[in-house]
Antibody, heavy 122, light 107 residues
Framework: QVQLQESGPGLVKPSGTLSLTCAVS?????????WSWVRQPPGKGLEWIGE???????NYNPSLKSRVTISVDKSKNQFSLKLSSVTAADTAVYYC???????????????WGQGTLVTVSS | SSELTQDPAVSVALGQTVRITCQGD??????ASWYQQKPGQAPVLVIY???NRPSGIPDRFSGSSSGNTASLTITGAQAEDEADYYC??????????FGTGTKVTVL
């Protein structure tokens, strides 16, 4: 059973870069799935950030694209998120999740990591 | 801004049926998936595809779709179903997007 675990600093300074890693256990990151990042500001809804395939192909939310980089490390069975030039608006719980479903018109997120709170503050 | 619109909140009496809707033009082309989120917890998948439930999800949860609207129905709502529910699909450009979320209160 695949499990995901986020890790990284819980506090980032404004204008700095947020860096998180999602470790995949119980399965291979090289399987036929996309791997995604989702965030949730305190008291607000879910926002899709972007995703990566084991080949390195990526898709990003257009609203964040200029600041986001998602990468994969197959040797460590993990993928990572970098978000640059952060502000207080980037304070959120960040989740990683596996994207299932081969067909473009039929995908879903399962499972999810437990999430990690990242606060942007000086 | 989200291209998938949900009612902010709905309430249901214990044991009764509640339908949560998700509206967006892209739903004419893409299936929606549905997630339950309880306070302080990660979202959990409850419905995907035409009407599929992951292992462990009670059969009181069901999904349907018509035109630009996807629906999640809870038949015989239980106290433990009180949570926020989000739909997910793609927008008109093919980017993944979440709905605005619906808070379900079980009375």
């Amino acid at each position: 059973q695949v499990q995901l675990q986020e890790s990284g600093p819980g506090l980032v300074k404004p204008s700095g870069t947020l860096s998180l890693t999602c470790a995949v256990s119980g399965g291979s990151i090289s399987s036929s799935n996309w791997w995604s990042w989702v965030r949730q500001p305190p008291g607000k809804g879910l926002e899709w950030i972007g995703e990566i395939y084991h080949s390195g192909s990526t898709n990003y939310n257009p609203s964040l694209k200029s600041r986001v980089t998602i990468s994969v490390d197959k040797s460590k069975n993990q993928f990572s998120l970098k978000l640059s030039s952060v502000t207080a608006a980037d304070t959120a719980v960040y989740y990683c999740a596996r994207v299932k479903g081969i067909q473009l018109w039929n995908n879903w997120f399962d499972p999810w990591g437990q999430g990690t709170l990242v606060t942007v503050s000086s | 801004s989200s291209e998938l619109t949900q009612d902010p909140a709905v309430s249901v009496a214990l044991g009764q049926t509640v339908r949560i809707t998700c509206q967006g033009d892209s739903l004419r082309s893409y299936y929606a998936s549905w997630y339950q989120q309880k306070p302080g917890q990660a979202p959990v998948l409850v419905i995907y595809g035409k009407n599929n439930r992951p292992s462990g999800i009670p059969d009181r949860f069901s999904g349907s779709s018509s035109g630009n609207t996807a629906s999640l129905t809870i038949t015989g709502a239980q106290a433990e179903d009180e949570a926020d529910y989000y739909c997910n699909s793609r927008d008109s450009s093919g980017n993944r997007v979440f709905g605005t979320g619906t808070k379900v209160t079980v009375l």
